[in-house]
């Protein structure tokens, strides 16, 4: 007999046990995370060479290792270049399911192949995770001086703290600085005194080279090997002080020629802090590292160095804490999960209006509830706001089983119940129906588990927690319920059938004609599809779940240093916010400036006003900026998931000049056929750069012997790209840089000697034109491209909208300006709900596919699997109804997260029918009177299947009114649960009704496995 050996107390308690302390522990043990990582897996690397061009980059770097990478790195899905002067940014995107690490280790090995890089490109650092990490960040921090300027001793010590404490915490992956904290050796010649001495400047440079140098070698003498090597310069005036030439006998030395100093590398952002200077930090995990850990770890590190801080003028301030809105949202999530186990326990209660049962309800929900926690542990699945969501769904589905057993079990006589063979017996006769009823739920969550793209990542997490919990509470069921039934439900209970004989005779009643039975089926089944259809919303991709904060973006052309981005931009702008008497007093604020990038945000004291705060802001920064697109929009918290819905149409084209002559036309078209967006170009083909151009004399250069290497070393001095050799700086490796930037402007009349003692100008060795150049393109895949990014702003478009207007309207004009010279490909959000769409539709027929052949097996007839199907669309209408009905008292995203509570709601409303169906027939293959047999079926399951609906509903009603900023990823898809099983608890005895007095039942010879009629005496009555 199933599970007869289980019905020991010692047993039954050492599982019990096993699994509250396992869960327990698992939960403690697990990583937490605010969301699952659900980007695709990517690589990114730079490569850094200074004093290279964009074209020399592309010819001896980006198409060596596109030729080394392409085809030949498994599971390679796309290669983004970025290359600009002097670097080029990798990005390699992988297939989901690839490991990094391997990755890695394959890619390092091909990249070996190709040419070996110069001394002074830095060694290349692989990042995992792409350029977006928003779901990584553990903490975002400002660090102000209290002379609002950083000394040398302070920057040594953040970088201590940055660099040898916080990134040798385990889990983190590193630590970002703007602007860097890094310090060089700059060596700025005087080229006209080493003309006045008659020294060459590319003589010169070769001999600070050779004494930055450290030869080594090995020794063989009698018969042992030593290592020999030249003593390194050990302090900066021996350097100084060295002789470097001896012009008629007399020594020069470096500091006669040269000022040397080890000074900060040139500034790389800006940033401001509540209006002071200030340095950004931001603290980055690994993909599989515990973000509460981690953001605790930090804040110990920094509160054990609180001392040394403060007494060197430095404080740190926490900008943003990911950890706080994680321990918020999961607080809440679990809040709801007790919520719904406390009014799961009441339906309970109310219906057997007895504890024991109530308490049995209890132990089953709290022991599949804690056995989920060891699953998503085992299957190294992260506790998170949607894993935890998958518990809050099925908090009420967890007593499903239990409910309709006691509900069978308490129509025994004590007599009966005496015997735990007897009670064995009955919930053996109960399984089949219920077995039915969780496999049909569980199908749901298959093509979800099994798939490996973005959305199987981002559902994995949610349908294991789903899928094991109502797999565990089955089990323990049928395990537990036996056993305590014999024990503490002994006593019998009169019922009062009249009300559910009453409901059942007025259905039958009023569906008792041909008419009348058709009619109902058209209403509930044809009618609820077309409205369905008709009240649908338009979809978007993912939520937009926003932060308690207001972002400000500035995009600019990259042609301003960061010195005039902060002079005229992000100074301006962070005085702007906290000079402003017209905005909501502030917790904070703060801007960060690059040469192509301005960002900045405020946090209010009060969230309420963030709407009135934006539209001032909006108005009092296009005054003030009135020369740049300001956007400003509330925070979003999720980017990596490309919650803002953006769609990307990457034009692949090689001839960047046409592209340049006619990208007017390209926006034209995009900006008239979609109204309600902003569009950005990456890279901005409008904006030209400066380029100052050198072109050497050569007749004059072979007359005076100079070299055209030895011009091209003195125009990579001009910045800071000349590099010479590493020095160590107490510890520090630095770059020792050759530099002449403070001379450009007398560059063209600057006296030059030349190796053979010739005396000339650099400007009559060279002359200088500047010109207007075309930004690079991008690259994907080894193809030239440029990216037309478009943003929603109009809340009412979905992504949906505009991936019809661009299919219909945009795409086939743009086509045809670009005639054969290139193609389009749209990414982004567009593509990603394109694949959702076909994967949402393939999960819609498995699951109609899966019902029909579960429901056929386990009740042996294909017509009552039929019937099954037929309550279903009256439960699509209640959900879309549900989230109509949502929208309009709320702002509500109607996207492919929602769109999983359809999958959800069908898999519960199918246990109803499914139950239902299979009483009606029982009766049936005992009486052969359609009538008889469905009024009795629905007076016998009417209170489980309401019990079941209420338990359900109201497990996730927390989800659906409490109020929260995570409430924002789960209202729809309550709503859509609720709404449908709420309607199709009215309607699924009349459609029930309805198809078998119209097509009626079939005889059999036999009796189901599944007949409950049997072993509760006098119910068939």
Known sequence: MMFERFNSKGIILAISFAILLLGSWSALKNKIQLLPDVSPPKITFSVVWPGASENYLLADIVKPYEDALLGQLDSLKQLKVIPSSEKATFIAEFEF???????????????????????????????????????????????????????????????????????????????????????????????????????????????????????????????????????????????????????????????????????????????????????????????????????????????????????????????????????????????????????????????????????????????????????????????????????????????????????????????????????????????????????????????VILNNDAEGQLFYGLSIAIVSGLALSFLLTIMITPLFAHRYLKESREYDNKKSHAIAKLITNKVNSKTRQVICLLLLVAGCLAASAQLLPALTYLPSVKRDAVDIFIPLPGNDTVAKVEETLVGPLSDSLVDNDALPELINSYALGWSNFVTAAIRLEDNSKIASAIAQLREKLAGTFPDNNVYVVRGDLFGGLESNNNISLNIYISDKQWLAENIDKIRTVISENIQGIALSLDPNIQAKTSVIEFSPNQKLLRRIGVPEEELKNIVASLGQSDFIANWDNDGEVIKAILTTENQFVQFYDTPYTTSSGHQTFLGEMMTINETREIPSLNRINGHSVVTANIRITDKQLAVSDIVEKLNHKVLPELQTILGQRGYIDVQGSAASLTKARLFLGFMFVFIILAFFIIVSIILKSMKLSIFVLASLPPALFGGVAGFVLLRSITPADFNVLTMLGFMIMLGVVANNAILLIDAVNQEYQQHHNNKLAVQTGIASRYRAVLMSSATTILGMLPLLVFPSEAAQLYQGIAAIIIGGITLNLLAVFWVTTAMIRLFGLKKTNHLNNSQLTSVIPGEAA
């Open 97 to 447: 399911g690839t490991s990094l690490d391997m990755a890695e280790q394959e890619l390092v090995t091909l990249l070996a192949r190709t040419r070996p890089l110069p001394l002074n490109v830095k060694p290349l650092a692989f990042f995992h995770g792409g350029r977006n990490v928003s779901n990584r960040v553990v903490g975002s921090y400002f660090i102000t001086s209290a002379s609002g300027e950083f000394t040398p001793e302070q920057r040594n010590i953040i970088n201590t703290i940055a660099k040898r404490q916080l990134a040798l915490i385990p889990g983190i992956d590193r630590i970002e600085l703007n602007p860097i904290i890094e310090n060089q050796l700059s060596i700025t010649p005087d080229l006209v005194k080493l003309s006045q001495l008659g020294l060459n400047f590319d003589n010169v440079r070769r001999s600070i080279s050779n004494i930055l140098s450290q030869p080594a070698t090995t020794l063989h003498q009698d018969g042992k090997i030593i290592k020999t090597r030249f003593k390194e310069m050990s302090s900066l005036d021996d350097f100084a002080n060295t002789a470097i030439a001896y012009p008629n006998g007399v020594a020069i030395t470096l500091k006669d020629i040269a000022d040397i100093r080890i000074e900060p590398t040139r500034r790389t952002a800006s940033a401001r802090f509540n209006g002071q200077n200030a340095i950004a930090m931001r603290v980055l995990r690994l993909p599989d590292a515990n973000l509460i850990q981690l953001q605790h770890k930090v804040t110990e590190i920094l509160a054990k160095n609180e001392a040394l801080t403060l007494s060197a003028g430095l404080s740190y301030h926490l900008s943003f804490d990911t950890a706080i809105f994680i321990e918020r949202a999961i607080l809440w999530v679990l809040g709801s999960i007790a919520a719904g186990f406390l009014l799961s326990l009441i339906v309970s209660f109310v219906f057997f209006k007895r504890v024991y049962p109530t308490l049995l309800c209890g132990i089953i929900t709290l022991l599949s509830t804690t056995g989920v926690f060891t699953v998503l542990y085992l299957l190294d699945i992260s506790i998170n706001v949607i894993s935890l969501a998958g518990i809050t769904f099925a908090i009420g589905m967890f007593v499903d089983c239990v409910l309709i057993i006691l509900e069978r079990l308490d129509r025994m006589t004590s007599a009966q119940k005496s015997s735990l063979k007897t009670i064995s017996h009955t919930v053996n006769k109960l399984i089949p129906p219920l077995l039915a009823s969780v496999i049909t739920t569980l199908v749901v969550f298959l093509p």
